[in-house]
């Protein structure tokens, strides 16, 4: 449990947080190059902009999170650039064109809110 916690300037770099709650955690020039991000609680996270959605998909109320400083997705296992994410539901549901839509809806929201948070 690392809600709260003030990890300004920490090298977490590799560190396995998986599951981690970073709720009011303090990430303000951490080094997160290369950590496992997924299923983590971002919830009043500082000093990153945490953009996440949940769908159903093969797996009911999953959750795509985009990190924007650190142009990283995450969704179930999965965790890369947004490229990488594309590449992944291509060939994860390359049959089922419902999901594949349903995936590209909620990137596309996701990508509006991060350039609304610029123009705040």
């Known amino acids: 449990d690392l809600s709260c916690a003030n990890l300004r300037g920490a090298d977490l770099s590799c560190a396995n947080l998986r599951g981690a709650n970073l709720s009011c955690a303090n990430l303000r020039a951490a080094n997160l190059s290369y950590a496992d991000l997924n299923w983590i609680n971002w919830r009043d996270v500082v000093s990153l902009t945490v953009i996440a959605v949940q769908i159903?998909?093969?797996?009911?109320?999953?959750?795509?999170?985009?990190?924007?400083?650190?142009?990283?997705w995450t969704t179930g296992c999965f965790q890369g650039t947004l490229e990488e994410l594309k590449d992944s539901i291509e060939q994860t549901h390359a049959s089922n064109d419902f999901l594949k839509r349903r995936y590209y809806r909620a990137i596309n929201y996701i990508l509006t809110e991060a350039d609304f948070e610029e123009d705040l």
Do not use: A, F, P, S
């Open 56 to 72: 159903n998909t093969t797996r009911k109320n999953n959750q795509i999170t985009y990190i924007k400083e650190l142009e990283i």
